[in-house]
């Protein structure tokens, strides 16, 4: 299964992607909701799961349970093979230098306060100053907020314009010799807006200050190459690049991780351990105490294969189509505003209604079978920022349909009556 036609290419996206071909891969999505064919619009939240990976993760339960690094059975041997080949695929897919560079989390979230809670305690003093910017998740603020709060440290934003686009003038006007990071989000989960990663790591890196990435919404959409973006870390997790729940990557340079100390103690993390010493194990397995999520992260190896199968420029070419389809689609509701409208953006589309409370019109969809996101989408200073409380938000995959819009928009059509 590929999901790509190669028996000819029209240079239409939308019909050089065999779509029903991928959509029979994802067996939740054949299903009725209220009454209707289910039309899920809500990646943004959590992405759906193909049957490759609902496979790995009842193979593993159903012959290979054991755990890892630490059994010379062979159980324990197999799934250690499975767990370490999972990383190296990760590695590969966002093109790291070195497996030692891949850090299982549990998500996105950890991995941010993994970076705070040793980088930043390490390196962060009072006075010191961390940018983020005004489209940060709460996962992206919060963590720096409290590190902040301990260190006596000032948190700095950067501006964004009408449209969600970063201001990058007044971004680099931020940074002063008291700077020590930079944390910001790679495309925001609320708008779509795509900022210019790599611009924002050269300024940056021009003065001497390292950068981390939020790639929860980007790694399944585009092409990430950590190398080329040269980050200092990237995070993202695995339940939005069709993986499990429960397991997520934090990519860090090798140097960085080396210098930094350990997250928790206990178990795999150590070396050698008295009741008078410990000594820490070496790259990656410092930063994973415990019983690490085996099946989670196999699960995560098995969603790499699959969108590698299908190719991640061909994914990102056939969801620029379906964002500019809807885009134009709901632009003709008169009643209807879009919320970001960047140059560069991914398959986000955030709107309100005028007089129609967003979770009244993701309740009226529900009843349609479309599942939407409505709220502020853990983003509440974005929402501050654009003077609204809220926005429904339709968010795409690549198992989305011109037809799945299509009933997004009658389905809006309804709201209107219904508020008529």
């Known amino acids: 299964m590929t999901g790509i036609n190669t028996s000819s290419h029209t240079g239409d996206p939308l019909l050089d992607f065999d779509v029903a071909k991928v959509k029979e891969d994802f067996p939740i999505l054949n299903q009725t909701v209220n009454g209707h064919p289910l039309v899920y619009l809500d990646n943004a939240a959590t992405s ?11 193979g593993y339960y159903s012959s290979d349970n054991s755990n890892v690094h630490r059994g010379v059975h062979t159980l324990s041997q197999r799934a250690t093979d499975h767990y370490e080949e999972a990383r190296s695929k990760i590695r590969r897919f966002i093109n790291a230098d070195d497996d030692r560079e891949i850090i299982y989390v549990r998500g996105t979230t950890e991995g941010i306060n993994l970076v705070a809670q040793t980088y930043g305690r390490e390196n962060i003093q009072e006075g010191d100053e961390i940018i ?31 449209s969600g686009e970063l201001l990058l003038d007044e971004y680099e006007a931020l940074i002063t010799s008291r700077t020590k990071l930079v944390s910001m989000v790679h495309v ?20 001497g200050v390292p950068v981390l990435l939020d790639g929860a919404q980007a790694v399944a959409h585009a092409k990430v190459d950590v190398q080329d973006l040269d980050c200092d870390f990237y995070v993202f997790s695995g339940h939005k690049l069709y993986g499990p729940t429960g397991i997520g990557i934090l990519y860090g340079k090798a140097d960085l991780l080396e210098a930094m100390p350990p997250y928790q103690g206990g178990g795999e993390m150590i070396r050698s351990v008295t009741f008078e010493k410990t000594l820490y194990n070496v790259l990656p397995h410092k ?14 190896g098995a969603a790499v294969d699959y969108v590698d199968a299908l190719g991640m420029e061909r994914i990102g070419a056939y969801e620029s189509g379906l964002l500019e389809y809807g885009t134009e689609l709901l632009s003709r509701i008169s009643s209807l505003k879009i919320i970001g409208t960047a140059q560069e953006k991914s398959g986000i589309l955030s709107f309100v209604m005028d007089g129609i409370h967003p979770h009244d019109i993701g309740t009226i969809l529900d009843a349609e079978g479309i599942a939407i996101r409505t709220g502020h989408h853990c983003a509440q200073p974005l929402m501050d920022r654009f003077g609204i409380p809220a926005t429904a938000r339709a968010s795409l995959a690549f198992y989305n349909t011109k037809e799945d819009l299509d009933a997004l928009a009658k389905a809006i059509d309804r709201v209107i009556e219904v508020f008529s």
Not at 137 to 144: A, C, D, E, F
Not at 192 to 206: L, N, W
Not at 287 to 300: K, V
């Open 48 to 58: 759906q799961k193909p049957q490759s990976v609902i496979d790995a993760l009842v």
């Open 132 to 162: 983020i910017s005004t489209m940060e998740h709460h996962s992206n603020i919060v963590p720096w907020q409290m590190l902040c709060q301990e260190r006596g440290a000032i948190l700095k934003v950067a501006p964004i314009d009408d």
């Open 188 to 207: 925001s989960n609320a708008l779509g807006s795509i900022i210019p990663a790599k611009r924002v790591v050269e300024i940056a890196h021009a003065h």
């Open 287 to 300: 930063f994973e105490a415990g019983t690490p999520n085996i099946a989670g992260s196999i699960g995560l």
